[in-house]
């Protein structure tokens, strides 16, 4: 498929069908994020694929987060909502930072950008593969939790990719125009597309 094309078309599935999605897809789809450029390739990017039990204990954490804040709280339910609805799910994880013992800070915001790049693979590679998906950080309000419950020491979990058949391909949600995000001007053609 066209590269443009998944640019262009991909957008943030939130209701999936109930089929299921084949477990080789899950290896394409990690598979696209190893290939990913890292800061001094560093592939900082761990993977674990949640079983459905996992799922269901993991969504009602976030069904029970911090009532009291009930915007956040809103936004935490209709994450856990959909991410119920999905078929697969992939939480993505980095090894934790020792600051003072590795004095590697710097490498910190690189990571973070390198895992950025990575996920946005993977989500291409499922619009690829005829799949829908969220990328989720909702679940990172529950992060500790979901650490001690998946008995993960020294890693941060920094999303969750929430995959299935698209039930619904909603509207292109609007974007900023080009007046608001160029800081200058670049000079425009004919053949200058805008998507
Ligand atoms: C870093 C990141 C975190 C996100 N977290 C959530 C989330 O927790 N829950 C959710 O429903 N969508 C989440 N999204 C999806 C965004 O809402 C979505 O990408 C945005 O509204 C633009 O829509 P589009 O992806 O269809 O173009 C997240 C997207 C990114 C890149």
Request: glycine share 4%; proline share 4%; aromatic share 12%.
């Amino acid at each position: 498929m066209e590269l443009d094309r998944a640019i262009s078309s991909r957008k943030t599935i939130r209701k999936f069908k109930k089929q299921n999605v084949p477990n080789e897809y899950l290896y394409e789809i990690i598979q696209s994020a190893m290939l990913a450029p890292s800061a001094k390739n560093r592939q900082p990017w761990r993977f674990y694929i949640l079983d459905d039990k996992q799922k269901e204990d993991i969504t009602n954490m976030m069904y029970q987060w911090g009532d009291e804040y009930k915007h956040i709280h809103t936004s935490i339910k209709g994450s856990a909502n959909q991410m119920q609805t999905a078929n697969k799910v992939i939480m993505i994880f980095t090894p934790n930072y020792h600051f003072y013992k590795n004095k590697k800070t710097y490498y910190k915001k690189p990571d973070y950008l390198s895992l950025g790049a990575a996920i946005e693979h993977m989500n291409l590679k499922c619009f690829d593969l005829g799949l829908g998906c969220t990328w989720i950080c909702d679940t990172l309000y529950v992060a500790d939790e979901i650490n001690e419950y998946l008995k993960l020491d020294d890693l941060e979990q920094v999303s969750t990719l929430i995959i299935g058949y698209p039930e619904e391909i909603p509207e292109r949600r609007e974007r900023f125009s080009m007046d608001k995000l160029l800081l200058n001007d670049i000079p425009k053609n004919k053949n200058t597309k805008d998507y």
